[in-house]
């Protein structure tokens, strides 16, 4: 069974990501702030990671430069999923600040249900 590792601070849409991704056949690990998402990476070695970007402790971008130059963890596929295009006003992060981070997809929330799915599947069926 494919593992993902999924980091966001919002237990509802952790909930319903983490339902959806579980009846795909999927095992679901959650990690709720950036330094726990490190530590649960590292734990797990899943098969992709699901990060938000705008986290409690450690953002999404930080968490991705690091996985990606850890020599160990840096070819696990990561997913940037944020809502920082809805929220450009009030926030410093940008897009382009996730494009520098050798992420492997940057998706815009909300996201539907089969869209993620889609790219969840894009990356774990390549085989």
Known sequence: MKRIVLVDDDADFCEATGLLLES????????????????KIRAEKPDLVIL?????????YDVCVVLKEDEELSKIPVILLTAVDQA????????????????????????????????????????
Request: charged content about 30%; hydrophobic content about 35%; overall charge negative.
């Open 88 to 127: 450009f006003f009030r926030t410093t992060y940008t897009k382009h600040m996730g494009l520098m981070t050798e992420a492997d997809d940057y998706v815009a929330k909300p996201v539907g249900s089969e869209e993620l799915v889609n790219r969840v599947e894009s990356f774990l069926n390549r085989d």
């Open 24 to 39: 795909k056949g999927y095992e679901v690990v959650f990690a709720h702030d950036g330094k726990e998402g490190l530590k």
């Open 52 to 60: 938000d970007v705008m986290m409690p402790e450690m953002n999404g």
